[in-house]
DNA sequence: TATGAATGAGTGTTCATTCAT
DNA sequence: GATGAATGAACACTCATTCAT
């Protein structure tokens, strides 16, 4: 049986993501992949260059996608900063929520030192981080935020931004939240909006409320 | 040249942790730990009955004392409920901090899909979940605590209690904050409590400020 | 060097005929084998998935052969069941005689307990036993044969049909005979076919003879 | 707990006896048989001087009780050298019979190429070869047996002695004998004196038949 | 371009033995 | 004498990759 080459390549990627999901990067075989695929294992280094090309492709994927995502935010929002924050978010959980697989996957390599992981830290999340940045300078700039320590909101921001998908089972097994139907993104923005509401966006309201009873004072 | 026992088990733990937290479970052989520890290989299986063995040992060494740590804290506590849960936060914190490798390790190892895992999770992770609960709980329905949904409050409490220990190079390369030196810890646990103030503590004052307000209408 | 697929094979049937003829399927290692053919030690794994499935590869072709010939027989002898048996028993020899060491091997193998022996008997074993008593039983109606217990002969039979290829270097060794030139053989085959003139095959001149005296009485 | 050497070194011996017979010295490890026997691991190496020293120890203890057997029938057998031969065969049939494991590993271990093996050879089978070869002429000199080639009836003798001890699951598993129970014995003991009475045994009544016959002409 | 065959390095594990106690 | 700990060699096997076709 002959295989499209293009066919191939996507099973190939699909088969891939799902075992370095499950499985680990190191704790797959490219034989694994290349059985689940239908595809001959000389595929892999033929189309990826190799186990470690493959990596890379995926996790460039990712990461091209998920900077994708931010940018077309960003060039989209021209209201305010805060609304605009309010949008990525709202994007970068669904981007995350409709490639959860490799999300998983890519979060958790990230952990690892390698000089791959190095570079995606100095190419995409150096990048990342940089619209972030600007973000956040603007809206505090404008009073819509509260002045934060912006790394240290970063870091928070990051973390409950990429916790569902990088330990979905934990949501499932441990807290009874399924973290793999659509309800659960839905739920888990507004949660998050809720959070930022208290932490980050500054509060109208209670400026008012205080200044008026300064007045009455 | 003989090895005593416990000395060569110990260089292997450490070895091990190091290896792990740097590559990977799946990453490491065996060959690279023994040889890091100065130890023989057949060491491994003989001590931890094979690289399994070790992660077992390893993943339960890491819960068993993280729990034995929160399980001091709830027995010390006879103060209020809020006190008691910024007690845990802040060992927790160092307790990681304490043992920045093997965590970062096991909170990676905790993302695959493994036997091992699903046992760590109905072991461990259920009962600091059950000791979490309880605390929110009390502190709720002392109304030291805002009325939070608890199953989404611990994820965002989880997800920014490890999110360091996970992800310490992202602080480092991109953020810029040192993760490493002591300094860290102190100014993030301030950082955590602060955003507890915000988001799950009753805030006395405000009602306080809020009340005389109402009077003076 | 790459070698032809078909060469190494061979190269490696033979090699572990030699070897496990000599040192037993359990004394002898991969490594020994694929040095003796001059293989890498992957190619067993390769063609034969695992050294288990040598085994079974060497077995089976040991006993599927070793049917045919039986069969083969069967087919053409169309005379007399105590003719065919004669013919079954010196095809038997030779087959075993052309392939003394693998013959040695696996009636030496075929005395362990496992679960591949298990299938052997009731796959391979059974059938010749199903052949053998068809045979027999037919001589015994058509009076060539004398009434011998079946079950009792076959264990007979198969023990000195085996026995010289099972221990060559007892008659070797012990009883000076030369169990490896082909002048054995043609000996052994009639010193067989004496032994059966006396135990299983009906004397018809002694009926005869028997008859003749009762009718001189 | 500490064991008496006698009972720990006997308790070795039956479970290397009842591991070698199930699954081969080769694929025996010393550490099964000392978990087997309850025995510290460093015992064998103690007691037999390493597994080979262990199997040293096995065949020679089968063989040397063996021949004892054999001598013992020898100086008691005042008799026929006819009644002397039957009486050893019942003899070394009970022998086996009784130490049915022990028989089945040292015939399989004797088919195999060693230095051991070639020991065992010189030293009692050639022994053994001895006895039954002077049994024998002396019956042939005194017209009790027929003039057998030598040889070639020791290989036949030794087949059928060995053959049950070597392939019980044969016998059980393909011709539904059982020969593990003491009935098989006995009738499997006739069953060879029945066989040799037509091969090996000079026929008396026949001659005298013959005679009478001859008389009538 | 596409692929089955081939490969040597590397995997985790088990081995029989030795040694200090 | 008896034994638990320690050991390096060997085990069968899998790995990602390469190559000729």
Not at 34 to 58: Q, R, V
Not at 71 to 84: A, D, N, R, V, Y
Not at 113 to 119: G, K
Request: net charge positive; proline share 2%.
């Amino acid at each position: 049986m002959r295989h499209t080459g293009a066919a191939t390549k996507e099973n190939i990627v699909d088969a891939a993501i799902f075992l370095f999901n499950t499985k680990g990067f190191a704790g797959t075989s490219i034989r694994e992949i290349a059985e689940k695929a239908n595809a001959n294992i000389a595929h892999i280094s033929y189309y990826f260059k190799g186990k470690n090309g493959l990596l890379e492709y995926l996790v460039s994927k990712f990461y091209e996608d998920y900077l994708c995502v931010i940018e077309q935010c960003l060039e989209q929002c021209l209201e305010s900063p805060k609304e605009c924050l309010k949008k990525v978010i709202k994007d970068i959980l669904y981007y995350q929520f409709n490639n959860q697989m490799l999300a998983r996957f890519v979060h958790r390599e990230v952990t690892l030192d390698s000089t791959l992981i190095r570079q995606v830290m100095t190419t995409y999340l150096a990048k990342e981080k940089y619209y972030f940045h600007k973000l956040l300078e603007h809206g505090i700039k404008a009073k819509e935020l509260k002045k934060v320590d912006i790394a240290h909101f970063l870091a928070y921001l990051k973390s409950i931004l990429n916790m569902p998908f990088l330990q979905p089972q934990y949501l499932y097994e441990v807290l009874h939240i399924n973290p793999y139907e659509e309800y659960f993104v839905k739920q888990y923005h507004q949660q998050i909006i809720s959070w930022l509401e208290q932490i980050l966006f500054a509060k109208k309201e209670e400026a008012i409320r205080l200044g008026a009873c300064h007045l009455l004072k």
